[in-house]
């Protein structure tokens, strides 16, 4: 995945598409990112136990990394990662003006 814990996003596709957030926790092996207040759903519980409350509990679900494009630090556009190599590591570019993310 060519995104990172932390980085801004836009979302692109679905219910809450221009909204922008940053990364919370990925799942790579889904392709799958949660964003911070983002795609959040109710669920209604039923209580469990004694001391316990029911009723209705908000919650964020994943969304594809497809559906979110990493916002540049210096243009402050969406745009597709690119990568620099040099002959120590490789560096994350963005592929709009060029500069390092």
């Known amino acids: ?9 836009r979302v692109m596709i679905g219910k809450d598409r221009g909204k922008e957030a940053a990364v ?7 392709n799958r990112v949660t964003l911070a207040g983002i795609n959040v759903y ?19 679900r994943p969304l594809p990394v497809a559906n979110v494009a990493l916002i540049c630090s210096k243009c402050k556009q969406p745009t597709r990662v690119g990568y620099k190599i040099t002959a120590k590591e490789k560096i994350r570019v963005c592929r709009k003006c060029g500069q390092e993310i």
């Not at 995945?1 to 996003?9: N, P, Q, S």
Request: aromatic share 6%; no cysteine.
């Open 1 to 9: 995945m060519k995104l990172k814990k932390g980085d801004k996003v």
């Open 24 to 30: 919370e926790k990925m799942w790579p092996e889904d």
């Open 42 to 60: 109710k669920r209604h519980s039923k209580p469990r136990g004694e001391g316990q409350k029911g009723g209705i509990v908000d919650f964020v």
